[in-house]
């Protein structure tokens, strides 16, 4: 009988893509996929430990499952991802009925762990080495590229599609898990990046995002001659088919006049960059070791302003850092109201044991002040992010058609300034189907238009906006 699997993903892009991949060598393996936890024989999470609450939501839905695994015991429970890399062996003290842990170096192999399952009894755990303690070369083994070929059957949109051109990360911000987790920072040749992103053109894919926790930081060699992130966006530039590339997420210190140039100069790159700033205090971005000031972020802002100028430019935030006070915290809120970002990831600091801010600084902000400045944050570039979309309001703008549009779609973040917008369903019941899709400059657009519509370039010409969202009517739609 055809065993079906269950996969839910928490988490970053990095994630979903790791998702993706997963999904793929099951289906080709000949399981199916379900989504109801109840009616399948492999329950799979995909985890995420950059914050407590992401891990929490996690363990909670394993405690959920531990009556129908008595029930049940031949279903399987896997644990993948960076909870996995983290907590190892740890999940199966809280957690006994868990029958697989398996880190994001090791999900390669997971075809081959659910079938030695299938023989054996007993969990099996596959993880990396631990950052601390070992040789960089030597953990790097254990991180080892996972890109196989694209299988459209497990892709979510046709016309769009994520390609990671790095793996880990080595800044080491003292607050975050991602370095421990993911490994040490590896860039993939250029040639496998563009052979991949033939094939997905192939199949019908128009938008590309290159994904790397530091993505501006790409760089290999080939033939001798050093190739950077802007080199990267030529050779993706001509692909046949490609008609938008973006990239995530850039590291503000690596934001070189070269890669502006080349979102300048290449008309597929959309102008478009998600920059994240984490604080405007200089001590703050000292004790989280960001290896800039808020002058120089200043500048790189300047920079991709006179370079860029029609740029949208994203920001990530963390409030209630070790030692932040409220004067500390209003330099960030100055900041916010100066960069006049397109919208801010906006986050309350979460200690993640392993990191040096956990070693060295003590969790001192109150969960009520972090969650008031969260909101007092989030309503200064609410307020931004509406008078700037204002400017399109009888403008004209060209989109692609990502599919029907769903109200307070789950984000990565407690609070994202630009994903839950109660007026998108108010719309929903004029009979005609409600569709979203994304500027260049990546602003949410929903109008009326037809099923068909979907994975095709759209004009929309713009009505009314709020914070997060532009409204409007199909002006044309390309065949
Ligand atoms: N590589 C990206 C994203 C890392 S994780 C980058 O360098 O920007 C995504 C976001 O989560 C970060 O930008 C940061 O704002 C937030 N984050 C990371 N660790 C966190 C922590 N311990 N508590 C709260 N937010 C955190
Ligand atoms: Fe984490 Fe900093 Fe690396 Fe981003 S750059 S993944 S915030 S350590
Ligand atoms: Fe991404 Fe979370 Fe891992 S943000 S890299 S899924 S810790």
Redesign the pocket.
Known sequence: MTKRFYLETVG?QMNVLDSELVAAALLQAGFQRTNERRRADIILFNTCS??QHAEDKIYSALGRLKHIKEQRPDKLVGVLGCMAQKDQEAILRRAPHVDLVVGPGQIGGLVAMIEELQRTKGPQVAVGLPRRGHARHAVAQFFTLYDPERVQAARSQRHRAMVRVMLG?D?F?T????PSVRGPEQSRPASEITAEIRLLAEQGCREITLLG??VNSYHTTENGRRLRLADLLERVSEVPGIRRIRFV?N?PRDMTPDLLQAVRDLPKVCPYLHV?A?SGCNPVLKRMKRGYTAEQYREMLAAIHETVPQASVTS???VGFCGETEEDFQATVRLTEEARFKNS?I??????PG?K?VELFPDDVPDSVKRRRNHELLAVQNRISEEDNRRFIGKTVEILVDGPSKAAAGA??ETAAGKSDASTRRRADTGKLQLTGRTPCDRIVVFDGQADWIGRFARVHIESVTAVTLFGSAVSVES
């Open positions: 970053c950059v914050r990360c800044k911000c607050y975050c898990i991602v926790q530091t997420t590291y994240p984490q990530d935030f963390i990831f986050f309350k600091y979460s200690p993640r990191t801010a990565e973040s």
